[in-house]
Antibody, heavy 114, light 108 residues
Framework: QVQLQESGPGLVKPSQTLSLTCTVSGDSISSRTYYWGWIRQPAGKGLEWIGRIYPSGSTDYNPSLKSRVTISLDTSKNQYSLNLRSVNAADTAVYYC??????WGQGTLVTVSS | EIVLTQSPGTLSLSPGERATLSCRAS???????LAWYQQKPGQVPRLLIY???SRATGIPDRFSGSGSGIDFTLTISRLEPEDFAVYYC?????????FGQGTKVEIK
């Protein structure tokens, strides 16, 4: 079974870029079995789909974030990444990576604050 | 974008009772690509149901999903103490993927 683990800074300053990495184990990130996604959840609120990337490198993003988001693959490390630019307090949330929205990482809290 | 509206917002029930949760979509969900997740405080969402009515691996048969088009239902036949949680519906039939706002099932 595939396993995922998020990593990255827990604190980001306003206007800077939030960068997170998801390390995949149990299968290759190049496997056509999966697509690789990011979801976030502000404290006490619901889930928001950020976007996903296929093994081919093709991406889909939530239109509400599209202008600020990039998801990319690093096949040499079996990882994929999320970059969210120009963050503000509204981007404070637990960020999850997930495979096919079936297998989820444990989530990582990112706080945007000066 | 498909907006998913869940009702009720909170469901207060006792263990052993039946829970019926609703998820209504603003437009038809393609191929019944509708999933349900359970989330307990401080935990990761857990996939319960996919394709509207298929149980995910390891999910007890007291959980069942039904519906098509714009109306979907998650039923918990007899609530166990561990079932008190927040439940989200999620559509993956069109982009962007969207989630409902959640239904909290609490102990009465």
């Amino acid at each position: 079974q595939v396993q995922l683990q998020e990593s990255g800074p827990g604190l980001v300053k306003p206007s800077q870029t939030l960068s997170l990495t998801c390390t995949v184990s149990g299968d290759s990130i190049s496997s056509r079995t999966y697509y690789w996604g990011w979801i976030r959840q502000p404290a006490g609120k619901g889930l928001e789909w950020i976007g996903r990337i296929y093994p081919s490198g093709s991406t889909d993003y939530n239109p509400s974030l599209k202008s600020r988001v990039t998801i990319s693959l690093d096949t040499s490390k079996n990882q994929y990444s999320l970059n969210l630019r120009s963050v503000n307090a509204a981007d404070t949330a637990v960020y999850y990576c997930a495979a096919n929205l079936r297998y989820w990482g444990q989530g990582t809290l990112v706080t945007v604050s000066s | 974008e498909i907006v998913l509206t869940q009702s009720p917002g909170t469901l207060s029930l006792s263990p052993g009772e039946r829970a019926t949760l609703s998820c209504r979509a603003s437009q038809s969900v393609s191929s019944s690509y509708l999933a349900w997740y359970q989330q307990k405080p401080g935990q990761v969402p857990r996939l319960l149901i996919y394709d509207a009515s298929s149980r995910a691996t390891g999910i007890p048969d007291r959980f069942s999903g039904s519906g098509s088009g714009i109306d979907f239902t998650l039923t918990i036949s007899r609530l166990e103490p561990e079932d008190f949680a927040v439940y989200y519906c999620h559509q993956y039939g069109s982009l962007p993927r969207t989630f409902g706002q959640g239904t909290k099932v609490e102990i009465k």
